[in-house]
């Protein structure tokens, strides 16, 4: 799926066919997010964009971008649901030149923050991430250093680590091990909440490593994979 702006697909009817019977259905899948919108809570729990087919009586979720955006705190988050992820790096550039179309001769501050994810679980973490106003460079830095611990060694071919929005407990931070094949869980990595403050701390304070985790993590897509998969 190429990059495009998804407010300009936002409401767009369409005649999908059902991928298991074929049957055609006219459809107006969401493609915008606010905070506080009803259908967050629909993306949360899997129902977003799902179809249940009469005729078969299955269900499929179409797969249409999506944007979240919070016009407020200025942040844009998009999702692009892809087979193959080392796309990235083209998707990243498409998203570079329409921001730039977008944005041109605006201000520094006026341009939002924007995230790049290809994965619905990816998006969903994002959004957690920015409500609870935790830093997700910070939170990919964490798995970074998991991924390369010596003890308890967790393969990133294998897994992938998502942070654990379902968590109430604000001492705490969790990380959840999901294998990537099949999406199961495989396990928790559990933080006290310190640890991430004092990274946050570090990383905001001193100018060197400042720019270290703009080094890390350069432009829209803000993932551990960016850096294991280099
Ligand atoms: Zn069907």
Redesign the pocket.
């Known amino acids: 799926m190429d990059f495009k702006d998804p407010e300009v697909a936002a409401g767009a009817t369409r005649n999908i066919p059902?991928?298991?019977?074929?049957?055609v259905h006219c459809v107006t899948p969401v493609a915008v997010l606010r905070p506080g919108d009803p259908e967050l809570k629909e993306l949360f729990c899997g129902r977003l964009n799902v179809i249940h087919?009469?005729?078969?009586?299955?269900r499929?979720t179409l797969n249409v971008p999506l944007l979240y955006r919070d016009d407020p705190r200025r942040m844009l988050i998009y999702c692009l649901v892809m087979d193959d992820p080392s796309r990235w790096r083209e998707t990243e550039a498409q998203m570079r030149e329409l921001i730039l179309r977008l944005f041109e001769g605006a201000a520094p501050e006026e341009v939002p923050q924007l995230r790049l994810t290809l994965s619905r679980r990816g998006f969903i973490e994002k959004i957690a991430l920015h409500s609870k106003e935790l830093d997700d460079r910070i939170i990919e830095f964490l798995k970074f250093q998991l991924f390369r611990r010596k003890e308890g060694q967790i393969d990133p071919e294998e897994f992938e680590l998502l942070y654990d929005f379902s968590s109430d407990d604000a001492e705490k931070l969790v990380l959840l091990l999901f294998e990537r094949r099949t999406g199961k869980p495989g396990g928790a990595v559990h933080y006290p909440i310190e640890v991430y403050r004092e990274l946050a701390e570090l990383f905001n304070g001193e100018e060197d490593w400042r720019k270290e985790l703009e080094l890390l993590f350069p432009s829209y897509y803000v993932n551990v994979d960016r850096l294991l998969f280099e």
């Open positions: 059902c991928p298991h019977c074929g049957r087919c009469p005729d078969c009586d299955r499929f």
